[in-house]
């Protein structure tokens, strides 16, 4: 009986012991989650999501608008001898494409429209725009580019994909809300500015691999107050991201290695002579003026439609025969068997732009055309090279200025690599060097008044340093 009592006590104090125990360890089960909560808040967890899926949004857009000008060129193949076929389908094409773009904006998000950077850029100075950072913008504008780009169309990517980066940005932040970061979505707070600014950095770092070229942008972008903060946010998301996209390419087998977007391989123990400095400056001087036109031409045209209340209400009613007839005009000017043979039509944007980076000299090649591959189609048998690129500068110049006033998510940086080409092969094949001259990167100041991005944005694709002098003077 008294050992049965004894146990009955022990067992009653070591009761509130036990509780006592108990009480700290729930505690420290709130703060470890607490602890933890707050670590999955903070920026690099966020950062690595942003970089993550746009490298993934940036890899898909080019995948399938490279399929879709895969299955362009196949359908044109395809329909040889037959002319009349083959201008029916490489017409009816792209105008199916654009024409679905148009209307896929009007009816999802109509702020997927155009650049987006402009919007941006009054967005970070503190206006509010509604709707420019929704999901569903997210959607038209991705949906719509993809099918822009993949039509073969002079439009570019980088300028909507910056704003498509800021969508992700806002979107993603509303999901990390429920953390503790510093993330937290604050309507038009400091935090919203902080989250915007490496958006900007991983939409250039996606479409370009050029990390350094997104942070300087974001800081071009956002010139009137840039926080130092900032840098290390932007160059991470941006590198990390950069990093993703190349690695996808690696894992498709578009490449054997990591390596640049438009990888060149020009002779570097002798990159330029000393005595052509002052004419990459003359370039530089043409391209500067040739820029300030075509900004010029751009404005002029829209201004054109809207000073004519009629004809802005008429395309306003019926919003598709615009990108219609621009999509249908250009088709047919660049329609291989037709003009398009002088001007190198057959050729696709991408493709173009590749061609460029080779080490042929056109005017001097009487070998096999095989051997040029892509190139080949530069060279015609009774027109001389010269007046096929100046046809090309030409053409190109008034395609990219009437096909950025579409109603279509577009951009204007890429387009301007081909532009100046008049220059960059003329000059290459004129020259006593075999390299082309940095014509084509100068040209870039057309639009983009960002003179450092310009240069580290157009050597970081092709991967060669060397040439950073011979860019760096044109472009100022």
Known sequence: FL???????????????????????????????????????????????????????????????????????????????????????????????????????????????GSGIP???????????????????????????????????????????????????????????IFCGVYEVRHMSLHTFDLLVPACAVGVGCCFGAPLGGVLFSIEVTSTYFAVRNYWRGFFAATFSAFIFRVLAVWNKDADTITALFRTNFRMDFPFDLQELPAFAVIGICSGFLGAFFVYLNRQVVLCIRRHTALSQFLTKYRLIYPGVITFLIATVTFPPGFGQFMAGELMPREAISSLFDNYTWAKYTGDLQILGKSAAWIHPKVSVFIIILLFFLMKFWMAVIATTMPIPCGGFMPVFEIPVFLHKESHTVGKHAEPWPSNFSALSYIETFILLVVVASFTPEGQLEEITSKLLPAM
Request: charged share 15%; hydrophobic share 50%; with cysteine.
């Open 119 to 177: 919007e941006l850029k009054t967005i970070m100075r503190g206006v509010v725009l509604k709707e420019y950072l929704t999901l569903k913008a997210f959607v038209a504008k991705v949906v719509a580019l993809t099918a822009g780009l993949g039509s073969g169309m002079p439009v570019g990517k980088e300028g909507p994909f910056v704003h498509i980066a800021s969508i992700c940005a806002a979107v993603l932040s509303k999901f990390m809300s």
């Open 3 to 113: 050992r049965r009592e004894m146990r009955q006590t022990q067992a009653s104090s070591m009761f509130p012991q036990f509780f006592w125990f108990a009480l700290p360890s729930a505690d420290c089960a709130r703060r470890i989650q607490k602890y933890v909560t707050k670590k999955l808040g903070e920026d690099w967890i966020f950062l690595v999501l942003l970089g993550l899926v746009m490298a993934l949004v940036s890899w898909g857009m080019d995948y399938a608008s490279a399929k879709s000008l895969q299955a362009y060129k196949w359908m044109y193949r395809e329909l040889h001898p037959n002319i009349p076929m083959q201008y029916l389908a490489w017409v009816t094409y792209p105008l199916v494409l654009i024409l679905f773009a148009a209307i896929f904006c009007h009816l999802v998000s109509p702020q997927a429209v």
